[in-house]
């Protein structure tokens, strides 16, 4: 299993973070597991931000929620992430990531690189 | 400020043993046992080498064992190499689909 975040890495003030995960090796049309989206602050911890399911459910940090929309397209294999309304405090690295449901629930126990968004 | 609260640091030498604890509250890890534990090497993403507590997923080192007791949870690694030299991050589930994360753990190696 691969997976892959692109997007910009610039965002304006006020703007929307956009960024998409693709999938490879691998579906997100799995009964078995969610795909979730997390991000890391420089020099930081890591923070949880939504996850959602091949059906399209989803469920979101409640500190992020009023401004957060994730997706998925189970015929191109992706699932995507907005942000809205982006701060200096949302700049970050994201990871898009694969969480575990009856093995290893709420683990992500495959993760892509990594993408640098800074907000400026 | 994390939800759950971590070291800032810990080191130990070579073939020691240490360990890191994550303390949350009732409402996560005293509660639940879906306690996972990242090992996280600079400029790379997280790894998942703990999950449910003290599960390891397929090819990660037997050196690595989690644990529980009450509101904390601990992460030990035993016979320290120096490739074990990363931060690692605590997560727990925390009921009504809420997953939180530990401020992160820098081990070093000396």
């Known amino acids: 299993l691969q997976l892959q975040e692109s997007g910009p890495g610039l965002v304006k003030p006020s703007e929307t973070l956009s960024l998409t995960c693709a999938v490879s090796?691998?579906?997100?049309?799995?009964?078995?597991?969610?795909w979730g989206w997390l991000r890391q602050p420089p020099g930081r911890g890591l923070e949880w931000i939504a996850s959602?399911?091949?059906?399209?459910?989803?469920y979101y940090n409640a500190s992020l929620q009023s401004r957060v929309t994730i997706s998925v397209d189970t015929a191109d294999s992706h699932f995507s992430l907005k942000l809205h309304s982006v701060t200096a405090a949302d700049t970050a690295v994201y990871y898009c990531?694969?969480?575990?449901?009856?093995?290893?629930?709420?683990?992500?126990?495959?993760w892509g690189q990594g993408t640098l968004v800074t907000v400026s | 400020q994390s939800a759950l609260t971590q070291p800032a640091s810990v080191s130990g030498s070579p073939s020691q043993s240490i360990t890191i604890s994550c303390t949350g509250s009732?409402?996560?890890?005293?509660?639940?046992?879906?306690v996972s534990w990242y090992q996280q090497h600079p400029g790379k993403a997280p790894k998942l080498i703990i999950y449910?507590?003290?599960k390891r997923p397929s090819g990660v080192s037997l050196r690595f064992s989690g644990s529980k007791s009450g509101n904390t949870a601990s992460l030990t690694v035993s016979g320290l190499l120096a490739e074990d030299e990363a931060d690692y991050f605590c997560?727990?589930?925390?009921?009504?689909?809420?997953?939180?994360f530990g401020g992160g753990t820098k081990l070093a190696v000396l």
């Open positions: 959602i399911y091949y059906s399209g459910n989803t």
């Open positions: 009732s409402s996560d890890i005293g509660t639940y046992d879906h």
């Open positions: 990531a694969r969480q575990g449901i009856a093995v290893a629930p709420w683990g992500f126990d495959s």
């Open positions: 449910e507590v003290n």
């Open positions: 997560s727990s589930y925390a009921g009504t689909r809420v997953l939180v």
């Open positions: 090796d691998g579906s997100v049309d799995s009964s078995r597991f969610y």
